[in-house]
């Protein structure tokens, strides 16, 4: 296994990272404490390819590899976690699901806009307040087939980007009889008849990532907005969360790699006891955990990129980098306000705001519970 990245990887994330540095970091304070959307250096990614990164050319996308998706997901992670969110649901759980389940006009009409950035960004909308993470047998919300139209009732909660998106791509149950083939995806325009966005939900963290309930009340849409096959909405979004899961993981050690970054900085600000806190062993550990913690979590993020780039299997290497990346994330903001003691508890340091952010990693896209059982599954064939 060899993690050298090419030089077109260095390349891409070097761009990033500078784009970050400026457009996003130096603002992510404010985006925290205002909860306004970072629209104006959102609408500078589309040029750089961060709105459609695995997007084909020909709908005009930047088609990155799947480990260059990640890394950029990472950095946007190491300066701003709300804008990161919106970002990363944007590509991995909106796009990704048009560009592998899509048909020729679906992809025709939606990609090339959103990965443009010409308008707003798109997400997916599977949570509902029965249901998270049993999906098969909690969603309520249906979608009924009258004349050549679906007509969409129920309610969904937790929807990241919803009020800043052109297009949902909603869990939908097409048939009443439940079981694995009851659920199908339907591709809908957020500015259908019917549709209620609530106002977006007070969270501990991620404050600039706006997350609503959003009720659909006869909400009709064409049946050409089936995405996928009907009744195999279930696999798609399992297949859907394996990348998404990528994508979190990528973002927890972007988070993770700021608070380490600030640790470091202040470890050698800081003096007690005559001496620069650094010189206390106590310290130069939590530091030295960090740094190994956090190079492995990268590793086996990488790792779960790579066999998805490859096209092979990787519902298993996803999960545990997810599960992994994210623990180890929030171990480690969590250590970094212990090196700023009383101050890194003050919202005037970032790690305080980087440690409400990471909270949310071992939750969204499937609980840390979750990835073990997948992974479960995977060792003890069950
Ligand atoms: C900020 C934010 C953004 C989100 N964005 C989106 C989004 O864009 N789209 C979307 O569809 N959803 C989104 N979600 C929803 C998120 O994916 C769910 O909250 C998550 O999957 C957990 O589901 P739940 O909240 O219903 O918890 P539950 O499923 O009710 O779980 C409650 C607890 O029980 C545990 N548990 C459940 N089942 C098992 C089991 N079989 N074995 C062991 N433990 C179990 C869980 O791990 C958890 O600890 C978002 C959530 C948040 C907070």
């Not at 799947?66 to 796009?95: D, K, M, Y």
């Not at 939900?201 to 089936?226: C, I, Q, W, Y």
């Not at 640790?263 to 030295?288: D, N, S």
């Amino acid at each position: 296994m060899d993690f050298q990245l090419t030089e077109e990887q260095r390349e891409f994330r070097h761009v990033v990272h500078e784009f970050v540095a400026k457009e996003l970091k130096p603002l992510a304070r404010h985006t925290d404490e205002s909860g306004e959307f970072n629209w104006t250096a959102v609408k500078k990614m589309g040029p750089l390819g961060l709105l459609g990164l695995e997007v084909p050319e020909a709908y005009g996308g930047a088609a990155v590899d799947a480990l260059s998706a990640a890394i950029a997901i990472e950095e946007l992670g190491w300066g701003c976690g709300s804008t990161a969110l919106a970002i990363s649901a944007h590509n991995g759980l909106a796009l990704g699901p048009i560009v592998k389940y899509g048909t020729e006009a679906q992809k025709q009409e939606w990609l090339p806009p959103l990965a443009a950035g010409k308008g707003k960004l798109g997400c997916l909308s599977l949570t509902e307040p029965g249901a998270g993470s049993d999906l098969q047998g909690g969603v309520r919300t249906t979608a009924v087939k009258e004349g050549d139209s679906w007509i969409i009732d129920g309610q969904k909660m937790w929807m990241t980007n919803a009020s800043i998106s052109d297009l949902m791509v909603v869990l939908v149950r097409t048939d009443p009889g439940g079981g694995s083939r009851s659920l199908s995806h339907i591709l809908v325009p957020t500015n259908t008849p019917g549709i209620t966005v609530a106002p977006a939900e007070k969270k501990m963290g991620l404050k600039g990532s706006p997350t609503h309930a959003v009720t659909f009340d006869e909400v009709r849409v064409p049946l050409s907005n089936l995405l996928g096959t009907e009744g195999r909405g279930l696999q798609q979004t399992l297949a859907t969360l394996d990348s998404g899961r990528v994508g979190i993981g990528a973002l927890a050690v972007g988070l993770g790699q700021a608070a380490y970054e600030a640790a470091i900085k202040y470890a050698h600000e800081r003096e007690t006891f005559g001496q620069p806190i650094k010189q206390h062993q106590a310290v130069q550990w939590m530091l030295a955990d960090a740094a190994t913690e956090l190079q492995a979590a990268r590793l086996m993020v990488y790792w779960a990129a790579w066999l998805k780039g490859l096209g092979k299997p990787y519902t298993k290497e996803a999960a545990m980098a997810k599960l992994f990346a994210t623990e180890v994330s929030e171990r480690v903001c969590r250590n970094a306000i212990q090196v700023h003691g009383g101050y890194g508890y003050s919202a005037e340091f970032e790690v305080e705001r980087l440690y409400r952010d990471t909270r949310l990693m071992t939750i969204g896209e499937g609980t840390s519970e979750i990835q073990r059982l997948v992974i479960a599954r995977h060792i003890l064939d069950l």
